[in-house]
């Protein structure tokens, strides 16, 4: 797992090498609501996994 913190334009950014990892941790911040935008994107084809605005989440399989 990396995580950079600040990133270069002042948000947070974390890396996680197992979906299910990314997926619990998105969840969980959105549910405490310690963040205001939430977006997961799989790096390996750029599609987006999760998105707290959109209201997009798809299930966990697909990830």
């Known amino acids: 797992m990396t995580i950079t913190r600040p990133a270069p334009d002042f948000t947070t950014v974390d890396g996680y090498h197992y979906a299910e990892f990314a997926r619990d941790a998105a969840i969980h911040v959105t549910e405490a609501g310690l963040a205001i935008q939430v977006k997961v994107i799989r790096l390996a ?9 959109s209201g997009l989440s798809l299930p966990a399989d697909s990830w």
């Open 45 to 53: 084809d750029g599609k987006v996994l999760y998105d707290l605005q």
